[in-house]
Nanobody, 117 residues
């Protein structure tokens, strides 16, 4: 079993910054992908950005250039630096862990990000 612990989030004014972190522990494997999804009220959960154990990233267009994902490999921790936040970034942000050679997926509990205008 893999456990995810998220931290960060909160309330910030438009144009501000926040940093999220997600630490994976337990039976993690070498080849995995971690990242963030978000779900706004009344909308479906969507990809924000993911990063593979090889360092390959995939950003959704709406955050590219404003958000940056980084990864601490020995600790299996990912960080999401969110700059130039917009009200439309308001959502619950979920950390996700998946394994390259299996269908195993784990979701974090989510952390609220609210951007006021």
């Amino acid at each position: 079993q893999v456990q995810l612990v998220e931290s960060g989030g909160g309330l910030v004014q438009a144009g501000g910054s926040l940093r999220l972190s997600c630490a994976a522990s337990g039976s993690t494997v070498t080849f995995n992908t971690m990242g963030w999804y978000r779900q706004a009220p009344g909308k479906q959960r969507e990809l924000v950005v993911i990063i593979s154990s090889g360092g390959t990233t995939n950003y959704t267009d709406s955050v590219r250039g404003r958000f940056t994902i980084s990864r601490d490999y020995p600790e299996n921790t990912v960080y999401l630096q969110m700059n130039s936040l917009k009200p439309e970034d308001t959502a619950v942000y979920y950390c996700r862990y998946s394994e390259t050679y299996s269908t195993y997926i784990v979701w974090g509990r989510g952390t609220q990000v609210t951007v006021s205008s």
